[in-house]
């Protein structure tokens, strides 16, 4: 399953997404989308999680809670065309 996860800290590195979502399950990869050409975050990134249940699972539990001082957007990520 892949899920979005936005409105997240701009301080946020790809291993802190990680470890949050670990609690949850197996995580495939982490990836926390960056400007090209500064290379800071842009407050958002995309979490793939090979368990659909536990993909679920963190949905329902981090949609709407706070981290780092902002309220996670966490939702299952739509396809790219």
Request: net charge negative.
């Amino acid at each position: 399953m892949n899920i979005y996860v936005g409105n997240l800290n701009y301080r946020i590195k790809e291993a802190d997404l990680q470890q949050i979502m670990e609690d949850y399950g197996a995580v495939s990869s982490v990836k926390v989308i960056t400007d090209r050409e500064t290379g800071k975050s842009k407050g958002f990134g995309f979490v793939e999680m090979s368990d659909d249940n536990e993909g679920a699972k963190a949905i329902a539990e981090l949609n709407g809670a706070e981290y780092e001082g902002r309220t996670m957007v966490v939702k299952e990520a739509r396809p790219k065309f």
